[in-house]
């Protein structure tokens, strides 16, 4: 289920977007200031945020500046270009002015949540270990390592297909049109390279060797 926070100091509007959000499936989060939503934020990570820019305490602005990694949207009673055009560059996904029709609020509340499904779909996991296929970031828990080429192809290859054995043969023919650097004799290399990458961050080794054959992830 979705978590959609509210952050509006207006009581009605605020009870208005609780009910019809509910209706739709959607769990909810609410704060009536800005201070408060930095605190709610703290303990919650909800999917989407709508936001008031007309607040007490810190304004919306100032509250869009500390988010990172949620699409918002905001909904404000400020009609100007300019104002929407600041939020817009600052951040803010979307831009609705109030009073709004809900139909309206809805469908752009699921475009976003869509979008941010296919950002997800992109994160391939296995165990501790995190690889955008988009930015090629890689994370083994909270810390990021930075692979090469090769060594990144290699380990998504292995991530894709966690619980096979990797042959050689199999390896090189599928990381070629990537790292066209990789040969047989250089692979025990750049395998042995995002071993240390990976087990310097962890302290595990998650690849293992199959003799003879060619590589796996390792399942302990």
Known sequence: MNIIAIIDDDVYIGDMLEEVLRKEGYQTLRAYSGTEAILMLE???PDLLLLDLMLPGLSGEQVLE????????VISAKVDVQDKVQVLMNGAVDYLTKPFAVEELLARIAVQLRKREVVKSDIISWKEIRLSTVSHEIFVGDHETHLTRTEYAILRLLMINPEQVITKSTLLEHISEETPDCMESSLKVHMSNLRKKLRDLSGKDYIETVWGIGFKLRDE
């Open 43 to 45: 303990k919650n990570t």
């Open 66 to 73: 500390k988010i990172q990694d949620i699409p918002v949207i």
